[in-house]
């Protein structure tokens, strides 16, 4: 079994920064890596960006390519989520999840393990 509990979601006006936190406990060995989804009212949960925790690899979507950054602190079993200049349109909740298999997945099937989610919103 694998815990995850998110921080750091907040109200941000657009064109801020927010960075969110993922603290994984429980056999954290047993994961491959780690992604960040978010989910919109009304819409399916997405894909964001994700990391090996061995090598630090990592994977974005276009959507927020060049604008967040996934990071990881193996020592802390900490996933990390900086998102700059972010937008209206990245008001979602955000979730953190550990996928047990190489290669990581874009789908949410391919994760074992959810948080319960930190909300984000962004206002104009």
């Known amino acids: 079994q694998v815990q995850l509990v998110e921080s750091g979601g907040g109200l941000v006006q657009a064109g801020g920064s927010l960075r969110l936190s993922c603290a994984a406990s429980g056999s954290t060995f047993s994961s491959y890596g780690m992604g960040w989804f978010r989910q919109a009212p009304g819409k399916e949960r997405e894909f964001v960006a994700a990391?090996?925790?061995?090598?630090?690899?990592?994977y974005y979507s276009n959507a927020v390519k060049g604008r967040f950054t996934v990071s990881r602190d193996s020592a802390k079993n900490t996933v990390y989520l900086q998102m700059s200049s972010l937008q209206p349109e990245d008001t979602a909740a955000y979730y953190c999840?550990?996928?047990?298999?190489?290669?990581?997945?874009?789908?949410?099937?391919?994760?074992?393990?959810w948080g319960q989610g930190t909300q984000v919103t962004v206002s104009s």
């Open positions: 990391i090996t925790w061995s090598f630090g690899v990592t």
């Open positions: 999840a550990a996928d047990l298999q190489s290669p990581l997945g874009r789908s949410p099937s391919s994760y074992v393990y």
